[in-house]
């Protein structure tokens, strides 16, 4: 699956429908289709076989116009980031993208989230001057 993510996600240059290039990395692999056992100890120490079967959906989503668009939220500060767009599809698939410059953005994580509705509660994604231009 290492050599999926790889010639997919890292080896290709991928692009939003609203012509954002988003960057994927091989170290990504890990954060993206491990699972904690633990919520609190957030240790990633189980390969999600749900996470897994659905790899080729983070493309899809990044380019789906009619995904949802929301901000994304900042645990530590208990605030909405600006730089970061949450795409939902298919009802409760996230994909997580972190702006980083004009039309550039990196992945951030995707995953199935059973309780969706906190993230449906925040606000709309904004396109900005600082990442789309004019």
Same mark, same amino acid.
């Given at each position: 699956?290492?050599?999926l ?9 991928i ?7 988003v960057?994927f990395?091989d170290d ?5 289709f491990f699972?904690s056992v633990n ?7 189980v390969?999600s ?18 995904a ?7 645990n530590?500060? #208990?605030?909405y $980031?600006?730089?970061r767009? %949450?795409?939902?599809?298919k009802g @409760?698939?996230?994909v997580i993208?972190? =702006?980083?410059?004009?039309? #550039?953005?990196? $992945?951030?994580?995707?995953? %199935?989230?059973?309780?969706?509705? @906190? ?5 709309? =994604?904004e396109?900005?001057? #600082?990442?789309f231009?004019?």
């Amino acid at each position: 699956m290492r050599i999926l993510w790889q010639q997919e996600y890292c080896s290709q240059k991928i692009f939003t429908f609203d012509g954002v290039r988003v960057q994927f990395y091989d170290d990504m692999f890990d954060h993206c289709f491990f699972e904690s056992v633990n919520r609190q100890e957030k240790d990633k120490s189980v390969l999600s076989l749900n996470r897994l079967e659905k790899m080729l959906w983070i493309k899809d989503t990044l380019q789906d116009p009619d995904a949802i668009f929301k901000k994304g939220w900042d645990n530590g500060r #208990k605030e909405y $980031f600006e730089d970061r767009r %949450v795409a939902i599809v298919k009802g @409760n698939y996230v994909v997580i993208i972190r =702006f980083i410059g004009l039309l #550039k953005a990196r $992945f951030v994580t995707a995953y %199935v989230k059973e309780d969706i509705e @906190n993230i449906m509660n925040a606000p709309d =994604f904004e396109k900005s001057e #600082k990442y789309f231009g004019k």
